[in-house]
């Protein structure tokens, strides 16, 4: 189940005050990633959304006008949503994922623009994962 997000309700888009508040230690590992596709990827471009206050606020990150990944800050964690379409669902499953993502892959809902991988990071470990599905996205 994926923890509610942090800024429901909120008129505004978090500060960074708000954000390591809420994010906790999980803040350093959402700092990384952001930092990591902006460098290696040219992913560089942030978006804060409120698509509808009961759900909060997210992070839309893209490279030009593509959109890579949606970012959503929650107590202690964020969660982190792909949409993958098919070839980019076909090059997750062969490029040997760790076994709690192949999992969600399973589960993952199929809307028409794709297969909504969502993943809830807590600590560094995730990233390199999380890189990896940024870099099938892009390729596909």
Not at 45 to 60: Q, T, Y
């Amino acid at each position: 189940m994926t923890p509610a997000n942090a800024f429901i309700n909120k008129p505004y888009q978090p500060t960074e005050a708000e954000m390591a508040t809420a994010l906790g230690p999980a803040k350093a590992s959402w700092d990384r990633l952001l930092t990591e596709l902006s460098q290696e990827y040219g992913v560089d471009i942030h978006e804060w959304k409120c698509h509808s206050p009961k759900w909060g606020w997210s992070l839309r990150v893209k490279r030009k006008a593509r959109t890579i990944v949606w970012l959503s800050p929650s107590s202690g964690c964020f969660t982190v949503l792909f949409i993958l379409g098919g070839k980019a669902m076909q090059a997750a499953w062969q490029s040997q994922l760790p076994q709690r993502i192949v999992k969600v892959m399973e589960k993952a809902p199929k809307y028409p623009e794709g297969t909504g991988v969502r993943l809830v990071v807590k600590s560094p470990k995730d990233i390199a994962a999380l890189l990896k599905l940024a870099t099938i996205k892009l390729a596909n």
